[in-house]
């Protein structure tokens, strides 16, 4: 059996993390990969205050042990009429498609980094983990964070960014391959979008990351199953953090047109794209990714891209088409199983 310290600190019976997944999970995933013994992850960023407080509660109430609230940390981009505008007319034959008015928007979904009003919302409710992406919050934030007692976690896709969370006072460094699902949590590189085809995958960036921090390293990236953690702890690894694994688990929270997309996905059937949101991130090749990108220079910022979108999304989704839908997954998409996700973790912590 596989022991971290951090992982016995904190009462797990593995050192395994259910990735986060905003806009893919709730309480339901997390508490289940709780009461399997594993940290349950919930995702912040796309969530109200009131509705963060709910979803602790129900976690809290379906006997989970440790918790993990993850944040944002992107700076919102300065308002910007022409590109939004340019990122319209990009999206403007589709419309036409449609038959939507330029003007029509479907309400998209709300991205905000973390801010006092969160900070307050984690002093209040204590978790036992805080993780953050897209780098840290600003230092005050941070040591109010760290005096409420929660252990930080944060992403890093390359050696570099593993360096400055550690000296910023990071306690787990999450080294996010090249093969994960959802946003790359990069936040160093001036341009995301020409840097993200040199990020290491997990293979390399993990024993490079341990050799480079003193901290504890997770490895996130095309991990499914006992294979790849054995991999993993191998490469020297303190645990692992699993995202596309639990997508097809019923506690996941996606809609029937990700679930029909991922029963169908291949090994080679993601890329990394910035069309959703306008940052880069990890999803399965649809309609808009082929005829517009992957990558390019016309959406709006992140996270504003995904207004333009919403009303396509809509529209699609009701014909029963995910051509203009985001769907997250990384590379290991083929090992997803149907299974209830408590099930599948005990499944994978009792092959070790
Ligand atoms: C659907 C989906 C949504 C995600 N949303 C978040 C998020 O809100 N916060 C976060 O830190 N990471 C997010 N991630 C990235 C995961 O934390 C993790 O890096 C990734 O899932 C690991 O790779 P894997 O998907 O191959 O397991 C998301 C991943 C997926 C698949």
Not at 48 to 61: D, M, Y
Not at 211 to 220: Q, Y
Request: hydrophobic residues 45%.
């Amino acid at each position: 059996m596989w022991h971290s310290p951090w992982s016995a600190e904190l009462g797990l019976d593995f050192p395994l993390i259910q990735a986060p997944m905003a806009g893919a999970n709730d309480a339901a995933l997390a508490s289940a990969v709780s009461r399997a013994g594993a940290l349950g992850s919930i995702p912040c960023a796309t969530l109200s205050p009131e509705r963060v407080a709910q979803e602790v509660a129900a976690f809290r109430r379906d006997g989970g042990r440790a918790l993990n609230l993850n944040f944002f940390c992107h700076r919102p981009p300065a308002p910007d009429a022409s590109r939004e505008r340019g990122w319209r007319d990009a999206l403007m034959a589709y419309y036409r498609e449609a038959g939507l008015a330029d003007a029509e928007a479907a309400p998209g979904l709300q991205r905000r980094p973390f801010d006092a009003d969160q900070c307050r919302l984690v002093e209040a409710l204590r978790p036992a983990v805080v993780s953050f992406h897209f780098g840290l919050p600003d230092s005050a934030l941070l040591d109010r964070v760290k005096a409420s007692g929660a252990k930080i976690l944060a992403s890093a896709t390359t050696v570099a960014e593993g360096r400055w969370l550690e000296a910023r006072g990071v306690d787990i460094v999450i080294a996010q391959g090249w093969e994960a699902g959802g946003h790359r949590g990069h936040f160093l590189a001036d341009d995301v979008i020409g840097s993200v085809s040199t990020h290491p995958a997990t293979f390399a960036l993990v024993p490079q990351l341990v050799d480079a921090v003193a901290l504890p390293v997770i490895a996130a990236g095309g991990i499914a199953d006992r294979r790849g953690t054995e991999a993993a702890r191998a490469l020297g690894a303190s645990g692992v953090q699993l995202g596309t694994a639990y997508l097809l688990t019923p506690q996941s929270t996606i809609g029937e047109l990700h679930r029909q997309a991922l029963r169908q996905a291949r090994d080679d059937s993601t890329t990394v794209t910035n069309l959703f949101s306008g940052r880069p991130a990890r999803g399965i090749v649809n309609r808009l990714m082929r005829e517009l990108g992957p990558l390019s220079d016309h959406p709006a910022p992140f996270p504003n891209a995904g207004q333009a979108l919403a009303p396509l999304k809509q529209h699609f989704e009701a014909l029963g088409s995910s051509d203009f839908s985001s769907l997250w997954a990384g590379q290991a998409v083929t090992l997803c199983q149907e299974i209830d996700a408590e099930t599948l973790t005990r499944q994978w912590i009792s092959a070790q």
